[in-house]
């Protein structure tokens, strides 16, 4: 058994620990979910350390037969990307936990459910950046939508039902569509690879430029509705809008990275002169998708509304880093990935623990709180200045990593892109202004500040931040070899290596 495997395992048998715990002590279920959630971090830590970084390829690899009459294993390995993802992922349910300590209390299934589903989710995020099998991955993208669509009907607040259903209806369509882009590689697999769902063997095929066009766009809509990419980002806020703060965490922070990491680890992978056909399509796209998503985010009322348009914005940036096509961009997209889920997190948790002590999410309701609960305050703006990538937090590097790898080739996207700063500014500075700064507003008088339990929460997040911003070279160096070899699966260089050839 591989690492990888016991990474999978092991919240599922925490899970079935917490299915025979008694259901009246919601305490013992927590500490169980927790040290459940901390071993896998720490088994994940172990594997980064094992990781082979100068190595192309999947490192970790376990493969066994699942369904051998269609050739389909049960098979998983990592590359710098996926050890990546996985690791941000392991970090962040912790987190949630620890912050959400209360937060399944009045949810519909009570707290013994959410555990067990939050934990199923960890499986699940872990496997599907770790699946190697093309019908693996597809079987845990879709099977990833009954744990959140349980967790935002039963544990969020408002339309959280019609909010769940919302986002189960665009996650199916999306998942029928690549679902037939998975038959159609099958049958293509037949004749030139003996039929097989391996995506090393499936990136060495040669595929004719009109079906590649045709898979490429099955595979490419779900990746899109997922991130979520403009146009197909509408169930988004009101998802967003309707989750608990750590149901929202992991919806942003972990599982749209599904999307873009599903862009680069298939479409890309697989079809490279789909890819390029439709590069020009898709930046266009991730333009539209930083300025349209900073444009709305400005006029936002609801705080978890902002923080949903401002993550529009953020995937337009890691869908550029990505199609443009470069080595910068790219190894700057899969930091963005990371920076984006820590700094996402950041915003949902504390954002949450303001609407837990005020009882509104509306942002005219805050004002003054720097006076009231100054350690809050001060959380909620690092947290700010981190979407704003701000130099010296880590989301600095890998968006300027994005743009110049942007500017080399597609120089007026990314251009338009460094608009999205300058409106990335505004968003942040002015709900940073209206609800610390000011007078303090009616009703925030007695409000409390952070704890040590949600000091706990939030120290690792801002102490990872500033470290990767003033040190990114760890990362960096992960993400620059699996940059490289999709490179060069996709047949594209560096402009100044294409001058220098």
Known sequence: MSILTALELLPLLGSLVIVFAPKDNSKLIKQIALATSLLVTAAALVMAFQFK?????????????????????????????????????????PVVFVAGWNESENGRFGVKTFYI???????????????????LFYVIFEAMLIPVYFLIGGYGRGERAAAAMKFLLYSLFGGLLMLAAVIGLYFQSLVQVQGSFDITKLSQMQI????????????????????????????????????????????????????????????????PEATKTFTPWIITFAVISILYGAILAIGQRDINSLISFTSISHFGFITLGIFALTSQGLSGATFYMVNHGFST????????????????????????LQRVTPVMAWMFFIAGMSALALPGLSSF?????????????????????????????????IVIQRTLHGEVKPGN???????????????????????????????????????????EHAGVMDPTAKAGK
């Not at 376990?62 to 996926?82: H, K, Q, S, T």
């Not at 960890?122 to 950046?129: A, D, N």
């Not at 950041?346 to 805050?366: H, N, P, Y």
């Open 208 to 271: 004719p430029a009109g079906t590649q066009n045709w898979l490429f766009l099955g595979f490419f809509i779900a990746f899109a509705i997922k991130a979520p990419l403009w146009p197909f980002h509408t169930w988004l806020p009101t998802a967003a809008r309707s989750s608990s703060a750590g149901v929202a965490t992991l919806l942003l922070g972990v599982l749209d990275k599904v999307g873009t990491y599903g862009m680069v680890r298939f479409c890309m992978t697989l079809f």
């Open 53 to 93: 970084k100068n190595l192309s390829g999947f490192q970790f690899v376990e493969v066994r037969p699942w369904i051998p009459l269609f050739n389909v294993n049960y098979a998983v390995g990592v590359d710098g990307m996926a050890l990546l993802l996985i690791v941000m992922s392991t970090i962040l349910v």
């Open 345 to 368: 997190a950041a915003l949902f948790l504390v954002a949450g623990w303001m609407i837990q002590r005020r009882k509104s999410t509306q942002i005219e309701d805050f004002g003054g």
């Open 117 to 135: 589903l939050m934990l199923v989710l960890e499986t699940m995020m872990i496997g599907v950046f770790a699946a190697t099998d093309v019908i």
């Open 397 to 429: 590097i890998s968006e300027f990593l994005v743009l110049v790898g942007s500017f080399s080739k597609y120089p007026v996207a990314a251009i338009l892109g460094t608009t999205g700063i300058v409106l990335a500014a505004l968003y942040v500075l």
């Open 445 to 487: 008088e007695g409000l409390s500040d952070l704890n040590l339990r949600e000091k706990i929460a939030i120290a690792p997040i801002v102490a990872l931040m500033v470290f990767l911003g003033f040190y990114p070279k760890p990362v960096l160096d992960i993400a620059n070899t699996t940059s490289a070899t999709v490179m």
